[in-house]
Nanobody, 122 residues
Framework: QVQLAESGGGLVQPGGSLRLSCAAS????????MGWYRQAPGKERELVAL???????HYVDSVKGRFAISRDNAKNMVYLQMNNLKPEDTAVYFC????????????????WGKGILVTVSS
C-alpha cells in the first residue's frame, strides 16, 4: 500500500556532492518522521539523518556540517544533500518514513525504501 523509492545515487569523487531523493507513494494519510540510514560493506546499518513533520532535524556526528536533510510535505518527499563527500560515506543509503495509511486508524509504522548505492572514490 505504501512504497518508498530512492533516487540520485551514483559514483562521485571525494569532495564532490550528491543529492538523494525519496518519494513516498500509496494510500498515505500522514507522514511523521522521515530520514536516511546507510549501510557500508561489512558494517551495520546506521542512522544518517532524520527530520520530523515540523522540520526539526537530527544528524549523526560524522555528517554534521556536510549533509543536509529536507522534506517537501506537499510532495511526500525527503531529500539528502551530501557535500564534501568522503570515501567513508560509501554505502547503500536507505530512505525511511513513519507513515499512517488511509485504511487504518493506527498511528502507523516505519516503511523502508530498497536502498541506493553511493560510491565515493577517485
Amino acid at each position: 500500500q505504501v512504497q518508498l523509492a530512492e533516487s540520485g545515487g551514483g559514483l562521485v569523487q571525494p569532495g564532490g556532492s550528491l543529492r538523494l531523493s525519496c518519494a513516498a507513494s500509496g494510500s498515505i494519510r500522514a507522514i511523521n518522521n522521515m530520514g536516511w540510514y546507510r549501510q557500508a560493506p561489512g558494517k551495520e546499518r546506521e542512522l544518517v539523518a532524520l527530520i520530523d513533520s515540523g522540520g526539526v532535524t537530527h544528524y549523526v556526528d560524522s555528517v554534521k556540517g556536510r549533509f543536509a536533510i529536507s522534506r517537501d510535505n506537499a510532495k511526500n518527499m525527503v531529500y539528502l544533500q551530501m557535500n564534501n563527500l568522503k570515501p567513508e560515506d560509501t554505502a547503500v543509503y536507505f530512505c525511511i518514513a513513519h507513515i499512517a495509511i488511509m485504511t487504518s486508524s493506527s498511528v502507523g509504522r516505519n516503511y523502508w525504501g530498497k536502498g541506493i548505492l553511493v560510491t565515493v572514490s577517485s
